[in-house]
């Protein structure tokens, strides 16, 4: 991705790499739980890192960078199986990384509630809380819990199926995690709680399994993918700058793209915040 190459505040732009993003960053001492489903979109900054999409893509990339930098990475992913796999991978090129398996499927909250409990179980400390998963534009499909996926799964939200439409749905979706964070950052300020949230976008990224639901789309996008797109080493690196770089440690209730805080009109509406920090 060589067209999007200037430099925000941060010092870093949209062709940054989650490597470059961390480099000289020591994370060792933190826990991260890494849930996987199929790509990054929301984040969630609390005590331990959670990252969501951690078998593909940029949620592997993301999960590789953190061990690399010394995160313990709990994946909490759907397919135990698949989570196994990268495990093996990156163990076999960081012998040193700190990787655990746990089973989580977003579209079931009686699958939240038992990882929950389970992981509670465990004693582990939470530094750093990453939601790095959801799904995009696929067929009308509910949850277990009968809820539209999308909302259902990038958020927890209202069943759409009378007027459905896909990317307005994930739209819809992704822009309740927004809100949804701003509010909990504004809560936990006024509480005297020292924990930030803040939320982000990773931009579009190539070679993927996103798009798996439109063919002709998916053939399209990687065709001029190498110009526009951007690749998943840059995909995950705005996940890990908000994760681990000392620019963001206090900042709270922010939306961050490409390792820069972006932030827009209709993400700082109070009023939607409130509605969404409620109903979540």
Not at 78 to 86: A, L
Not at 109 to 135: C, D, H, Q, T
Not at 197 to 220: C, E, F, K, V, Y
């Amino acid at each position: 991705m060589w067209i999007f190459g200037w430099k925000g505040p941060s010092g870093f732009s949209a062709c940054s790499t989650a490597e470059e993003v961390t480099k000289g960053i020591d994370g060792t001492g933190l826990t991260a739980i890494n849930l996987v489903v199929l790509e990054v979109s929301y984040n969630l900054i609390a005590c331990i890192l959670t990252i969501s999409g951690a078998s593909s893509g940029i949620g592997t990339e993301t999960t590789r960078v953190l061990a690399l930098r010394g995160v313990h990475v709990v994946m909490a992913v759907r397919n135990t199986g698949n989570g196994g796999k990268v495990k093996e991978a990156i163990l076999k090129e960081n012998p040193n990384a700190k990787l655990d398996v746990m089973e989580l499927d977003l579209g079931s909250m009686a699958s939240v509630r038992k990882f929950a409990s389970e992981y509670k179980s465990l004693g582990l400390a939470l530094n750093l809380l990453i939601n790095n998963a959801g799904v995009v534009a696929p067929p009308f499909m509910l949850t277990k819990d009968n809820l539209e996926l999308q909302f259902g799964t990038n958020h927890i939200g209202k069943n759409h199926k009378s007027l459905f439409s896909t990317m307005p749905a994930y739209g819809q979706a992704k822009l309740a995690n927004i809100l949804h964070a701003n509010e909990l950052a504004k809560r936990l300020k006024e509480e005297g709680v020292e924990i930030t949230a803040n939320s982000l976008h990773p931009g579009i990224i190539t070679t993927t399994n996103l798009l798996r639901h439109h063919g002709i789309i998916d053939a399209l996008a990687n065709m001029v993918a190498k110009y526009f797109m951007k690749s998943i080493p840059q995909g995950a690196a705005t996940t890990c700058y908000v994760t681990l770089h000392p620019q963001v440690k206090e900042v709270s209730g922010e939306y961050f793209c490409d390792s820069n805080a972006k932030p827009t009109a209709l993400a700082k509406d109070e009023e939607l915040a409130k509605n969404c920090g409620t109903s979540a």
